[in-house]
């Protein structure tokens, strides 16, 4: 039973990673409109810009946090200005194959700079755990678990508690109702893109600290972001946060559970966006 338990929490606390990765997405499809195949490669600079700060300036990864955050939020402004921006009201493919590019872009601007190698962080806590009786917790996870759950519940507040927040959420439900009321639709826009890949770059310094940086180590996190926004329903903020446990929680199981599972596990986002697409088709046929 112990297992059973150990292997829930380890699932749990990586769904906290997944969220905020997937929040970004959801913000960007909910409240600009567009889907960003370029998601990952944000994370890739939050990544790397948390191994260039530890490895040459002696920066902690979890100090540079906020820096990463900004960083990455005016590169994503200055996306949003000079090419997002221009193709909001074209079809959707011209909006997905610039997303795409610009992932192309940027991953191999990262192998021309960086290389192809991954890159680690050292941290004085990476080897540290903490019991909880019989249970026992990683301390890089559990920090990244409670800096993702801080950031997440902050993301949330302003949402539901703030000026911004609501024009953000009433830009997403109705773009030229808004514009009649006085909101300024661009700069909410400019603001919830930025926002998007600032919350990737967050995940991206996590990611450093438990796993590594490297050029393409966005592209699965893009994936998984992918079929949580997929269950939750595309835009769906809320529904971000439950969509995120059942996929960490789903790949622990089947971590723990099916033989060869290690392997099993990164094909489960898959299993759950096409179970996610029959169901719904099923539903809409009835």
């Not at 514009?179 to 998007?196: H, K, T």
């Not at 992918?226 to 790949?251: K, Y």
Request: glycine share 12%; proline share 2%; hydrophobic share 55%.
């Amino acid at each position: 039973m112990d297992l059973f338990f150990q292997t829930l929490l380890n699932g749990l606390l990586q769904s906290g990673i997944y969220a905020l990765v997937a929040s970004g997405l959801a913000l960007a499809v909910g409240v600009v409109g567009i889907v960003n195949f370029a998601h990952g490669e944000f994370l890739m600079i939050g990544a790397f810009l948390a191994w260039g700060l530890s490895t040459y300036l002696g920066v902690d990864p979890l100090l540079s946090l906020p820096l990463a955050a900004a960083s990455v939020f005016a590169v994503g402004a200055l996306t949003y200005r000079v090419s997002i921006r221009h193709v909001l009201l074209a079809p959707e493919l011209n909006q997905m194959l610039l997303t795409f590019g610009l992932g192309i872009l940027l991953q191999n601007l990262a192998l021309m700079l960086l290389g192809g190698n991954t890159r680690t962080v050292t941290t004085t806590y990476q080897g540290s755990s903490i019991s909880l009786g019989e249970l026992s917790v990683g301390g890089p996870k559990l920090i990244a678990f409670g800096f993702a759950v801080a950031i997440l519940a902050g993301l949330y507040a302003v949402l539901y508690r703030t000026t911004l927040g609501r024009q953000m959420r009433a830009v997403a439900q109705n773009r030229r109702g808004s514009q009649l009321i006085g909101i300024n639709v661009d700069r909410v826009y400019l603001i919830a893109f930025g926002v998007s890949c600032g919350l990737a770059a967050v995940a991206g310094v996590l990611v450093a600290v438990l796993l590594f940086a490297s050029p393409t180590v966005g592209l699965v996190f893009a994936l998984k972001a992918f079929a949580i926004i997929v269950m939750a329903g595309l835009g769906n903020l809320t529904g971000v946060l439950w969509a995120s446990v059942v996929l960490g929680v789903s790949e622990a199981l089947v971590q723990t559970y099916v033989p060869g599972g290690g392997g099993w596990s990164d094909a489960v986002f898959f299993l759950l966006i096409f179970a996610t697409l029959v169901f719904r088709s099923f539903r809409g046929a009835r």
